[in-house]
């Protein structure tokens, strides 16, 4: 299947049929918007579902298929959003009470360039709020549950589109991914999820939380169905000055004229210790499967400084997220709690409006910027960060693509870390170093479990790498064992 | 960024005031239980990150970008904005076509 | 700490030190970080976008022209023009939409100049910087003070729009030292086209840091900062007044406060403000969203050669004309029309032939009161009406007329406004007819004139004067008139 015509995906024979009339869009739409109604009160994937603008985005596809102009390479696909991606005159809360009610009078631009391509929009998925978690049970509006076991949670924070896509509502969604939070629910749902290059895809419009790290990514049933969205929706945006100058890489392509032959891979010994052992198992029956497609495969090799990288992230991320939170303060838009003064005023506002994590992460970042603590903490972090570029960049010298765990366990129960915040960020380890990095990684379903919940495999690659990532990724999936076994 | 700043203890070492403090600077009101809370939360998460802060990295630089990217800029061209209404309606307060706040207490810091 | 009195007998000889804190607006087409106009007065909140409000979701993109009139200035001020980067100042105002300000902190973009002042003094630069405005807020009840205000208003037209802060060393040891640096650095902004400078308008605002300490002294006292300075009258006054509340305070046995406070106008003082933290915390850290701003050579080579000549060699360039001796009165012309970038003007006179004087005096006192259309006036139009009035075919009244005419107009033909409006100087004949009729009427005082002192005569010229004004309407020419009377007097 790799090294063949590129793959498939239920999204990409959406759009087939839509694209050649075979199906209308307002069917496939209908269809999405059925499911959602009938499952979703058990899984709670939806923040908001936006019927009656699917509908009418759903005809206006259909109306251009009928001109005979062109109606987008994703014509008719049901995508759902990230609650932290502002759609205009659609809520977009961030699953936090502080925007509970706010409607942007914008659209990000990877949903300007969605309905380029003819997607269509049927909601917004719920999240940690301000996608500070990895559980999706900080959303002030309730948890969303793993479709493949409802009393697990989905993983976080973009567990809401990773529970619709695992739930068959739609076939691909949008996330975001700061420390991992696109490809660790992608592993515990079951489903594809990816992170790409830092800039590869613009954030103008998603909802900062640390903005040297952020990145929107797809999340889908498949490899290919995920590499068309990631083309799509990426490539250079004068909104975002860091985004990169140029287009997205061509993966699809890359899909369909090679396999992996000749590629070098290793495992890297830092995202498989500490690791459950079910799991560690997964990666390497991954490692061998790549092995019998004709990669290269290495020795495990050991990059040390990795292990630096989570205390890194646990001091940039909310220091960069205390400062993109402030504006969060009753003036212009969103919650606003009285007080006598603007002072008083902001702090009822944020103290109401915002849940314990934000506050934890938001109080942690302060005190890491800090008059007098600087150095000892933000400084220090981004020294770390230069030693783990710096040590990627070593072992990129002999490697393509390197391999990992995703997480280092399957879906736990929901309310198991919830009380213990330093046991919920060590589920971002094995992410964490590429969002450091600015590297591209994905997140593919290999299996199950001891307790038959679904394990993922992460595959990263160097900064701009996208194209061997997605073959390794693919050919990961082509053996990945049936579902179930 | 701080030449020559010395901590006032140590930085790991993070107790109930100096989470009061920061509290205070980033606006949030915390009862006393929070407080207490909050306090035990994030001093197990420092102490967890004590390996870095133990880094002696003097000689690396530190990274603010993850890619290399320099001098992006845009021509001094007049765009389309937003329409005041469509922003005003969203505002928790409005008068004369402005923003609404109760009393300010001082001029900004 | 503030300096101790000094341990000798006598009283101490206390000397200030000063340094100011200056921003400027820049004078672009959009705002430093998004395609907003940079409008001063239009309706509030018109003038807005996601970037400039600080909404959830957007970033900045840099302007580029505001860094090229960055480093025209930083070039002026014979700074280094330095790679730089961005860094956000956090703290919470309802101004500042997004609770934290974009400017510059450890990598400004041009550090290290200085300025020199007309006498020949240098006063150091440590860093002119880039960083993006607030939005303004009105105060309501009570008297529209903030301090006794029930509620304030925000408008977001000036939120984002692109400053450059000029920071000196504490140079300066006087108030006159302080307020022509301010001069001087006004100028410069605005012989680079970088800003309109109007302190009036606070397009140019200016905070003074003040200390002072004895003379022989090697420390700084401790600094207060002064801000809500409106003219460089104020920040004189306002210089001199906190000199010497802190030397009042020392000599007192007092500790001068470390400090930000409010210059009042009105009572002619300064006030402590509110904030009783000494040192905000701002938390600085590198501004993720934008990236480093490296100017490569051909921006440096246009912005060289976009500035062009500095006040100081275009006031050299006036004074040559004036000839060995220029009056004080001449010199201090020569300040006001290149301080308001009239120069052109004049040059085109006196290129023409006008003598520098006139050139000079209409420049500074008629074109000067009204800046922004004198700028705009055609050189050679002025030119042109100058060397009528030169040449004798009009009055200096007649022409200052024309002059208001071209003014309000923004232009036009100065022989064609004469015609239109009768003006010509009488000629030779009819003014010495005039005159003879005025004296012919008036004996006594004629008799006065011819026979009195230097008093008398001047006096009484004016008075024949005056009479040969109302007679002819205006349209004799004053020195005419006097030669005329001195000739009939032989």
């Known amino acids: ?485 | 960024m701080r030449a020559g700043t010395d901590p006032p203890g140590d930085p790991v070492a993070l107790g109930r005031a100096e989470v009061a403090h920061v509290a205070k600077l980033a606006r949030l009101a915390l009862t006393e239980d929070e407080l207490d809370r909050f306090t035990g939360q994030l001093a197990t998460v420092l102490a967890h990150g004590a390996d870095v802060a133990a880094l002696d990295l003097e000689g690396v630089a530190p990274t603010a970008h993850p890619l290399p990217v320099h001098n992006v800029v845009r021509p001094d061209e007049p765009r389309p904005g937003l329409d005041r209404a469509e922003v005003l309606a969203a505002a928790p307060d409005v008068e004369d076509h402005r923003f609404r706040v109760p009393r300010i207490g001082g001029d900004a810091p | 700490m503030s300096a101790p009195p000094s341990t000798t007998d006598g009283p101490v000889d206390w000397e200030t030190v000063i340094g100011l804190e200056v921003h400027c607006e820049l004078q672009t087409e959009t705002k430093l970080f998004c395609g907003c106009k940079n409008a001063f007065g239009d309706e509030p909140n018109t003038n807005i976008c996601p970037v400039c409000l600080g909404l959830p979701g957007s970033l900045p993109v840099l302007n580029e022209r505001a860094v090229e009139l960055a480093m025209r200035i930083g070039t002026a001020l014979h700074c280094d023009v330095v790679p730089s980067s961005f860094a956000r100042k956090n703290y919470f105002y309802p101004d500042m939409p997004k609770d934290y300000q974009i400017s510059q902190y450890d990598e400004p973009i041009n550090i290290g100049g200085w300025l020199e002042l007309p006498d020949g003094t240098r006063v150091g630069v440590t860093r002119a910087h880039l960083e993006e405005d607030t939005g303004k807020t009105t105060h309501l009840g009570e008297g529209g003070r903030m301090h006794s205000a029930e509620h304030s208003l925000v408008d977001y037209n000036r939120s984002g729009v692109p400053l450059v802060e000029t920071v000196s060393e504490p140079d300066m040891r006087s108030a006159p030292e302080a307020r022509a640096y301010a001069a001087e650095l006004r100028g410069i902004l605005v012989a680079t086209g970088a800003s309109d400078g109007r302190m009036e308008e606070g397009s140019m605002r200016v905070d003074a840091n003040v200390s002072v300490r004895p003379r022989e002294a090697a420390e700084f006292g401790t600094r207060c900062e002064i801000k809500n300075l409106n003219s460089l009258r104020s920040l004189s006054r306002a210089i001199e007044y906190e000199a010497s509340r802190q030397i009042a305070l020392i000599e007192a046995g007092e500790q001068v406060l470390q400090e930000t406070r409010h210059w009042d106008e009105g009572a002619g003082r300064t006030r402590t403000m509110r904030s009783k933290e000494e040192a905000y915390d701002y938390r600085y850290f590198p501004e993720p969203d934008l990236v480093p701003v490296v100017p490569g050579e051909g921006l440096r080579a246009r912005v060289a050669a976009a500035i062009g000549p500095l006040p100081a060699e275009r006031r050299a360039a006036l004074v040559g004309l004036l000839g060995p001796n220029p009056t004080e009165a001449q010199i201090d012309q020569v300040h006001a029309v290149v301080d308001q970038a009239l120069d052109p003007l004049v040059l085109a006179a006196t290129g023409r032939g006008v003598s520098a004087p006139l050139a000079l005096a209409r420049g500074a006192n008629e074109v000067a009161a009204h800046v922004e259309a004198g700028r705009a006036l055609e050189p050679g139009a002025f030119a042109d009406l100058l060397a009528m009035e030169e040449a004798g075919q009009l009055s200096a009244t007649q022409s200052k007329a024309v002059l208001a005419e071209l003014l309000a107009e923004g232009g036009g033909d100065p022989a064609a406004i004469a015609a239109a409006r009768g003006f010509e100087a009488l000629d030779a004949g009819s003014l010495a007819a005039v005159v003879g009729e005025v004296v012919a009427a008036n004996p006594a005082e004629w008799a006065r004139y011819v026979g009195g002192d230097d008093e008398d005569r001047k006096k009484l010229g004016g008075f024949f004067t005056g009479q040969v004004m109302k007679a002819t309407r205006g349209k004799a020419d004053g020195k005419a008139v006097a030669a005329e009377l001195a000739r009939l007097r032989r």
Request: proline share 6%; charged share 20%; aromatic share 6%.
């Open chain 1, 1 to 485: 299947m790799t090294g063949g015509p590129g793959g498939t995906g239920p999204a990409l024979a959406v759009a087939h049929a839509v694209r050649t009339g075979e199906r209308s869009a307002r069917q496939v739409v209908e269809e999405a918007l059925t499911a959602i109604v009938d499952g979703d009160g058990s899984i709670g994937a939806f923040v908001t579902v936006t019927g009656e603008e699917a509908l009418a985005a759903a005809d206006a596809v259909d109306a251009s298929v009928v001109s005979g102009a062109d109606p987008g390479v994703l014509a008719g696909v049901p995508v759902a959003l990230k609650d932290n991606l502002c759609t205009h005159g659609i809520r977009t809360t961030c699953s936090s009470r502080i925007l509970e009610h706010w409607r942007p009078p914008y659209d990000a631009t990877v949903v300007g360039r969605l309905r380029a391509a003819g997607a269509v929009v049927v909601g917004k998925t719920n999240m940690d709020e301000f996608a500070m978690g990895s559980s999706t049970e900080n959303s002030a509006f309730g948890p969303t549950r793993n479709p493949r076991d409802p009393g697990r949670v989905p993983g976080g924070s973009s567990g809401g589109s990773a529970a619709a896509v695992a739930a068959g509502f739609v076939p691909l969604a949008l996330g975001s991914d700061t420390g991992g939070s696109i490809r660790q629910p992608a592993a515990l749902c079951g489903v594809v999820g990816m992170k790409p290059t830092y800039g590869g895809i613009s954030r103008y419009g998603l909802v900062a939380f640390a903005s040297s790290l952020d990145q929107i990514g797809p999340l889908a049933t498949t490899v290919a169905d995920a590499a068309l969205l990631y083309e799509a929706i990426g490539g250079h945006d004068p909104c975002d000055s860091t985004s990169l100058a140029e287009p997205p890489r061509p993966v699809t392509r890359a899909l369909a004229e090679h396999g992996v032959e000749g590629l070098r891979v290793a495992v890297v010994r830092e995202l498989v210790d500490g690791v459950d052992a079910d799991v560690v198992r997964r990666v390497d029956e991954a490692a061998g499967a790549l092995e019998a497609a004709g990669a290269k495969m290495l020795d495990e090799i050991s990059i040390p400084e990795l292990r630096y990288g989570l205390s890194a992230y646990y001091l940039l991320a909310p220091a960069e997220a205390s400062s993109n939170l402030a504006r969060y303060d009753g003036v212009g838009y969103g919650l606003r709690v009285e007080g006598p003064d603007v002072t008083a005023m902001n702090t009822a506002t944020r103290t109401a409006g915002f849940g314990d994590e934000v506050k934890r992460r938001i109080m942690l970042g302060t005190y890491a910027l800090s008059a007098g603590y600087y150095d000892a903490f933000y400084g220090k972090a981004q020294r770390v960060r230069t030693l783990v570029i710096e040590a990627f960049s070593r072992a990129y010298a002999q490697v393509d693509v390197l391999l990992g765990a995703t997480s280092p366990t399957t879906a736990f129960a929901l309310g198991a870390k919830v009380d213990d915040p330093l046991a919920m960020y060590l589920s971002d380890v094995c992410t964490v170093p590429s969002n450091l990095a600015g590297h591209p990684a994905i997140s593919v379903p290999f299996g199950v479990g001891d307790d038959g919940l679904p394990v993922g495999v992460q595959v990263l690659a160097n900064a701009r790498g996208e194209a061997e990532m997605f073959r390794v990724a693919a050919a990961i999936e082509a053996a990945a064992p049936a579902a179930g076994s």
